[in-house]
């Protein structure tokens, strides 16, 4: 019991507050928010009435000129001319005479919000962040326009204002932030100590899908293992591992749990409990995840039943090809039950740990014609039944199938001596297949 602290901490370290560099790499837009130029602000300004030949007429001009003749106007300019000034006096290097003839225009004009952004551009320029917000937040509300608003939020952040960051995220809602908003309010919340409301939310955003569902149910079994009693959390789980994003939502599931790689098994086995059809995806996701124990513990009823189908077959191999345990996998394969024209393919991870030796109980199966559709474990017997060139020429054909490269080689060493594998070695230089077998 002392462990369980500890490793709560582990998992809001991993997984809560470790990801927030993840929300900047899903939405380019954040890395141009805060570099955004005047020029994008100047969209935003009152179109121009009457001014198009003049506005033309600068556009065509190098910079250089084009501040000099603005320079020399004597009449009072139009507010789009006068947002063209500031902008060609900040990119020749005075930001103050750019800010002064902005906050002059703001008096002037009816469109106070397009000139507090570009403001706000010029105050990033001079990397005054907190005189930025200042501007944004003199612009109409941050709710109502996502670009804005993600200018501001990552203000905040690079600010370490959590506290405002969070009130404007949570001022909006919650469907209508994108994804990556989502992650980084969930992440927000949590580190408020608001774990319940963070997982509400997070619950949410799985339940409305989308390309960050996944990380959202991450934190969500990140923050229902933290909790005292995460067994009715293990429920909703459990449920999305039988729903349609299953797939999706496995692996980061599976991922939490090798924070806690000793609760792992009593909590995969409450899922099985609840949902009974999500055995099969439990076992295959974690044995990639090197969660073995559980895996296999869940694995175990089907070498007393026999597995109920061939999803349950496949994920049994699969169990047996991460972990090198093929005894699990050795017992099913002797149930009475076992239909006799079950795939040789299942054979596989006997052959990869034990070679064509550990046919031999199966050698009954092992005719002509299933051996045919089944060139890895034909090259593998062939060898056994030291018939080289039988197993030379299977071997040749497995590498024209979806083939495991690791297996096939694996396979293949054991012609060595025999003269086969030099002459694999001299096909690969013509042959694209068996050059991708051995990995050129």
Do not use: C
């Amino acid at each position: 019991m002392a462990r369980v602290p500890a490793e709560r901490q582990i998992i809001k370290d991993r997984i809560i507050r470790g990801r927030v560099r993840l929300m900047h790499r899903r939405d380019p837009l954040l890395k141009l928010i805060i570099l955004a130029g005047l020029g994008a602000a100047a969209a935003l300004i009152l179109l121009p009435k009457g001014e198009l030949g003049q506005e033309a007429e600068l556009a065509s001009l190098p910079p250089s000129e084009s501040l000099a003749r603005l320079d020399a106007m004597d009449e009072q300019l139009t507010p789009q001319l006068a947002f063209r000034h500031a902008e060609l006096i900040a990119a020749s290097g005075d930001a103050k005479t750019a800010d002064a003839l902005l906050a002059s225009l703001a008096k002037r004009s009816g469109n106070t919000n397009a000139i507090a952004t570009a403001r706000a551009d010029l105050a990033l320029r001079s990397n005054n962040l907190v005189l930025a917000v200042e501007h944004l937040q003199e612009a109409h509300s941050p709710a109502s326009d996502q670009l804005q608003r993600q200018r501001l939020g990552r203000l905040y952040h690079r600010l370490g204002d959590t506290e405002n960051e969070r009130a404007l995220l949570k001022a909006v809602n919650f469907a209508d932030l994108t994804g990556s908003e989502r992650l980084r309010l969930v992440d927000l919340v949590a580190d408020q100590g608001a774990t319940s409301e963070a997982r509400a939310l997070a619950e949410t955003a799985v339940q409305m899908g989308g390309a960050d569902a996944p990380e959202q149910a991450e934190r969500f079994t990140a923050l229902a293992l933290s909790s005292e009693d995460p067994g009715e959390f293990v429920k909703t789980m459990a449920n999305w591992l039988g729903g349609p994003n299953a797939e999706g939502l496995a692996l980061p599931i599976a991922t939490v749990l090798t924070a806690v790689p000793q609760q792992s098994r009593a909590i995969a086995s409450q899922m099985v409990a609840s949902a009974p059809e999500t055995r099969p995806l439990l076992v295959s996701t974690l044995s990639r995840v090197e969660l073995f124990g559980a895996a296999r513990m869940l694995a175990q009823p089907w070498a007393v039943t026999g597995p109920p189908d061939r999803e349950s077959w496949n994920t049994l191999a699969l169990y047996a090809d991460w972990s090198a345990d093929i005894g699990l996998l050795e017992t099913t394969l002797r149930h009475p039950d076992v239909p006799d024209d079950l795939p040789l393919k299942y054979l596989l991870p006997l052959v990869r740990y034990g070679g064509g030796q550990a046919l031999l109980p199966y050698r009954h199966w092992l005719s002509d014609d299933r051996l045919a559709e089944a060139p890895l474990i034909d090259a593998a017997w062939a060898i056994w039944k030291q018939f080289p060139d039988a197993s030379f020429a299977a071997l040749r054909q497995a590498a024209k199938q979806e083939t495991d490269p690791a297996l096939w080689r694996r396979i293949a060493s054991d012609l060595e001596g025999t003269g086969y594998l030099e002459r694999l070695q001299a096909l690969s230089q013509t042959d694209a297949n068996i050059a991708a077998m051995f990995g050129r």
